[in-house]
C-alpha cells in the first residue's frame, strides 16, 4: 500500500471507530472502565471495513476513478461492512446484539459519516494536487 493509501485507512478505521465509540458512550458505556468492551464494541466495524475495503480494491483504484464512482464504492463497501460486523455481533464471540434499529442507526449514520469523512479527505488531497 502507498502513503496516501494508507493515510486514507487509517482516517477511515478512525471515523468508524468513533463512531462505534460514541455509540457505546451513548448506551452508558464506558470505554475507560471496561476497555475490553470497548474493543470488542468497535473491532466487528473496523474489521468488517478493513476486509470489505481490501476485497474490493477500494484504496488501490481511488485515484484512476472520478470522485462519484469512488463515493459509490465507498457506500458499497460501507453496506457489506455493516453486514459482516452484524453477523459478528450476533455471534457468541462478540458482546451485544443485532436488532433492527441497531442496524438502521449503524448504516444510516456510519453511511454518513463514511462518505463525509471520505468526501472530505478526497478534496484535500486532490486540491493539493492539483496546486502542484
Do not use: K, Q
Not at 102 to 125: D, I, K, N, P, Q
Amino acid at each position: 500500500m502507498a502513503n496516501g493509501e494508507i493515510r486514507a485507512l487509517a482516517v477511515d478505521s478512525f471515523v468508524i471507530g468513533g463512531l462505534a465509540l460514541l455509540g457505546l458512550l451513548r448506551h452508558r458505556g464506558d470505554p475507560i472502565e471496561d476497555p475490553g468492551y470497548a474493543l470488542a464494541t468497535i473491532a466487528p466495524f473496523v474489521l468488517g471495513w478493513i476486509g470489505c475495503a481490501t476485497l474490493s480494491n477500494l484504496y488501490r483504484d481511488r485515484r484512476r476513478i472520478g470522485l462519484t464512482t469512488h463515493l459509490r464504492s465507498v457506500l458499497i463497501c460501507w453496506l457489506a461492512a455493516t453486514n459482516v460486523a452484524f453477523l459478528i455481533r450476533g455471534s457468541p464471540v462478540a458482546p451485544g446484539n443485532v436488532p433492527w434499529s441497531f442496524m438502521a442507526v449503524m448504516v444510516g449514520l456510519g453511511s454518513v459519516a463514511v462518505l463525509g469523512s471520505r468526501l472530505t479527505f478526497e478534496w484535500v488531497v486532490r486540491s493539493r494536487e492539483e496546486r502542484l
